[in-house]
């Protein structure tokens, strides 16, 4: 598959039968595969050859795979594909609020592993073309987003949004569906690493559900917000 040719991936896990498991599996996809058993080590990896995509348990030894995704994000926005124990719904919430932008519980499929990363990387392929290759106009439903000439119609009426409003709903619409963190808004939108501002994300949050009708951004609590809209 054209996601895999020459990606590396970074695995982070220590338990060694499992890390194995998904190194063979990736390699057999044809990913380049780095295998690290605890959270110094995975940052390290990480900074030394930065990987196109990380695996990342969340129980290592070190510090946590928490922690790890906290500081690689911190450097450099790389996709996460979060493992975590079945039942840890703590983890998931704070993984997805630290950067992580899928997660799977244990015990997983390789098959389902694979077709996560890829589906991963597919992601942020998309996202990257969109600015120069993409449509100007995002479609979603009945919603209508000219970013050449920064107009947004909804069921053909069109509604006036503020420069930022505008941004963050373009930030939302390009990955429809899909819990995007207040932090990472935050940081995307404003520019601002710093998560103390996340109130200033939900008031824009609220500025364009007035403006858009309610419906349209479903609220994740403690994390962040998704557009629920019809592709
Ligand atoms: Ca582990």
Known sequence: METSAGRRVLVVEDERAIADAVAARLRAEGFL??????????????RRDPPDA????VMLPGFDGLE???????????????????????????GLAVGADDYMAKPFSMRELAARVHALLRRVDKVAATPKAG?????LGDLEINQAERRVLRAGAEKHLTPTEFDLLV???????????????LAEVWGWADASGTRTVDSHIK????????????????????????R
Not at 35 to 43: L, M, N, R
Not at 135 to 139: K, Q, V
């Open 33 to 46: 595969v780095q295998v690290v058993g605890d959270g110094p080590s995975a940052v390290e990896a990480a």
């Open 171 to 185: 930030h939302l619409a390009r990955a429809p569906r899909t819990v995007l963190p207040r932090e990472r808004l």
């Open 207 to 230: 500025g364009l559900r007035r403006k858009l009708g309610a419906d349209l951004i479903r609220t994740v609590h403690g994390v962040g917000y998704a557009l629920e809209v019809d």
């Open 135 to 139: 449509p100007p106009t995002l479609r």
């Open 68 to 94: 790890v995704c906290r500081r690689i994000q911190a450097e450099r926005p790389t996709p996460v594909l979060m493992l975590t124990a079945r039942g840890e719904e703590t983890d998931l919430l704070v």
């Open 54 to 57: 990380i695996v990342l348990d």
